[in-house]
């Protein structure tokens, strides 16, 4: 008698056959072990799993992966995940898409995937330049950075990724760093498991183009007071002797120091069930040095999803009126015969 149970795989059958062509001490490699990790940890299988990425250095992700993949066109990811989504409800989509792919060609499909909450993941490689074609300013480079198509400068108002997906009115969505190795399966996990759109920011580092652009959050003097690690139901607080926190002083966040007459219970507390998005909102709005940066599960909430919804449409409608005909659709309507 043989046995019909599946073999448990590992982060190494989720490996492909391809050699990896990032540039060494690239922040991908990180955030592809994590992945393969993460897949292995949630029990997904290579055959229902799909990768899909648009033009970029993080979408070659697809070719790293021993699962189904598409690198598609420029920016257009989501709407290709979308199609897909729709159509193959079972499978496990993925978007992979970085600052310049998903924020600028393809921030409209970005924009408008994550209002429809499609059960997709979409991971968006932040490292705030355009590295794959060498060097130029992305739309999250900040205000006066100085790249190859911006030499003097730049002048563009930098997009905050997390602003635009919680104004979009995301489900899910979370930030971690390339290099906080534990801190980033976590988060993937997490994605993993939510039922609707999850949107996460990961800040990766460009060592070639833009070396150091988040070493604030990641180098050992800085970390502790550059970054805020969000927990659902805890105050929120920081520093390298945990003696920092966030208060709200009316609508505004602070910075405070605890001991002083102040304790956690004067504190904001985070609240990632949240139904309105204020207060993602607000912490999406905290950057360095002003304020810690909060990495974690910004918000998690269950909202009805796009591919759910369409395709309990399509079986009603099928109930009612039956079976369609692509030809009888074809020949329909107003139609002419030219002769």
């Known amino acids: 008698m043989t046995s019909s149970a599946l073999p448990v795989l590992t982060a190494s059958d989720f490996a492909s056959d391809q050699d990896v062509r ?72 993925w978007v992979i898409t970085g600052d310049g792919d998903g924020l600028s060609i393809g921030g409209n499909h970005l924009i408008h995937a994550i209002r429809r909450n499609l059960d997709i993941n979409i991971i968006l490689f932040n490292n705030r330049i355009y590295g794959l074609t060498k060097g130029q300013y992305s739309p999250t480079s900040p205000l006066g950075k100085v790249t190859k198509s911006s030499p003097v400068g730049a002048i563009d108002n930098p997009l905050h990724p997390l602003s635009i997906a919680i104004g979009a009115e995301a489900s899910f969505v979370a930030r971690s760093i390339d290099v906080n190795i534990k801190h980033l399966g976590m988060v993937l996990k997490r994605a993993s498991e939510h039922r609707g759109t999850s949107f996460v920011e990961v800040y990766q580092n460009c060592l070639v183009f833009n070396d150091g652009a988040f070493s604030h959050t990641t180098d050992r003097a800085t970390k502790s007071d550059a970054t805020l690690e969000l927990e659902h139901g805890k105050p929120m607080i920081f520093g390298k002797n945990r003696e920092k926190g966030i208060r709200l002083n009316g609508m505004d966040p602070e910075v405070v120091e605890l001991g002083k007459g102040i304790t956690e219970d004067d504190l904001l507390f985070h609240d990632e069930q949240a139904p309105e998005p204020t207060l993602a909102y607000l912490l999406s709005r905290m950057n360095y040095p002003e304020f810690p940066e909060p990495i974690g599960v910004y918000r998690a909430i269950d909202q009805p999803r796009y591919d ?29 015969t030219i002769q």
């Not at 697809?62 to 598409?70: Q, S």
């Open 22 to 93: 990032w540039c060494p001490g690239c922040g991908d490699y990180a955030i592809l072990a994590q992945m393969k990790k993460t897949l292995a940890q949630v029990g997904a299988s290579q055959e229902n799993t799909v990768f899909i990425s648009g033009i970029g250095c993080s979408s070659r992700f697809p070719y790293y992966m021993n699962t189904y993949g598409m690198h598609s066109i420029h920016g257009r990811a989501p709407a290709v995940a979308t199609g897909l989504k729709v159509a193959r409800p079972d499978l496990n989509v």
């Open 308 to 336: 759910a919804l369409i395709n309990e449409q399509v079986e009603e409608v099928t109930k009612a009126k039956g079976e369609g005909s692509l030809e009888k659709l074809f020949h329909s309507g107003e139609t002419w």
